[in-house]
Each structure stands twice: as structure tokens, then as C-alpha cells.
């Protein structure tokens, strides 16, 4: 089993900036994806970004639409931890957001639902 635990999240101004962090423990890998998923009240949950390690210093990362330009993943495979960093914060963005991983390498599609899931964290923006 993999357990994810995520942090960072807090109330941030429209136009500022938050950064998540994300630390996984159990039975993890560092070939495995991880990435970050929303979920605002009403709404279902929705992919926000992913990120794969392909070896060396080589990180494939894939974006929602609606975040590029704004939010950028990252990940230190040595701490066994993912982050994620919101700038230019919109009101849309405040959600609870959720700490994923994949059994698969690598994530190329929004589509592709992970495998396992973190308690998440909540972001709260204000206009």
C-alpha cells in the first residue's frame, strides 16, 4: 500500500501564490507517476497536473488547460515527495486539492485515473 499526506494548502489573495507539498510512504517507487487532482463544492473531481520520471534528471509533466502558465509540478525522488506551485491564484482554484499516485510510469492523458489518494488539502482563494 502507498499512503500520500499532503500540506501547504492555506487562504491566499486572488493573484498570490501557495505552494502544496505532497510526502509518500509505504510501498512506493520512484518509476511510479504522481500528480495533483481538485475537487470544489458541487463539483466533481478534476485533474490538475501529473508528473513522470523517465531517469536521470528527465521529468515528463502534464497540465490541465485551465492551470498551464500558472501552477507548475515538481517532484524530488529522493525525498519521495511531489509539489505543486499555485501562482496567480483565481477564486476558480479553491478547492480541496488531492495528492495522487500511479502504479504506471507515466501519465499521458488527463484521463488516466490514479491509483492511490491523499486525505487532501484545502485551498481557499479571496477575490
Same mark, same amino acid.
Given at each position: 500500500?502507498?499512503? =500520500?499526506?499532503?500540506?501547504?494548502?492555506?487562504?491566499?489573495?486572488?493573484?498570490?501564490?501557495?505552494? =502544496?507539498?505532497?510526502?509518500?510512504?509505504?510501498?512506493?517507487?520512484?518509476?511510479?507517476?504522481?500528480?495533483?487532482?481538485?475537487?470544489?463544492?458541487?463539483?466533481?473531481?478534476?485533474?490538475?497536473?501529473?508528473?513522470?520520471?523517465?531517469?536521470?534528471?528527465?521529468?515528463?509533466? =502534464?497540465?490541465?488547460?485551465?492551470?498551464?502558465?500558472?501552477?507548475?509540478?515538481? $517532484?524530488?525522488?529522493?525525498?519521495?515527495?511531489?509539489?505543486?506551485? =499555485?501562482?496567480?491564484?483565481?477564486?476558480?482554484?479553491?478547492?480541496?486539492?488531492?495528492?495522487?499516485?500511479? $502504479?504506471?510510469?507515466?501519465?499521458?492523458?488527463?484521463?488516466?485515473?490514479?491509483?492511490?489518494?491523499?486525505?487532501?488539502?484545502?485551498?481557499?482563494?479571496?477575490?
Amino acid at each position: 500500500q502507498v499512503q =500520500l499526506v499532503e500540506s501547504g494548502g492555506g487562504l491566499a489573495q486572488a493573484g498570490g501564490s501557495l505552494r =502544496l507539498s505532497c510526502a509518500a510512504s509505504g510501498r512506493t517507487f520512484t518509476s511510479n507517476a504522481m500528480g495533483w487532482f481538485r475537487q470544489a463544492p458541487g463539483k466533481e473531481r478534476e485533474f490538475v497536473a501529473a508528473i513522470s520520471w523517465s531517469g536521470g534528471n528527465t521529468f515528463y509533466a =502534464l497540465y490541465a488547460e485551465s492551470v498551464k502558465g500558472r501552477f507548475t509540478i515538481s $517532484r524530488d525522488n529522493a525525498k519521495n515527495s511531489v509539489y505543486l506551485q =499555485l501562482n496567480s491564484l483565481k477564486p476558480e482554484d479553491a478547492a480541496v486539492y488531492y495528492c495522487a499516485a500511479y $502504479r504506471s510510469t507515466v501519465v499521458f492523458t488527463i484521463t488516466h485515473l490514479p491509483d492511490y489518494w491523499g486525505q487532501g488539502t484545502q485551498v481557499t482563494v479571496s477575490s
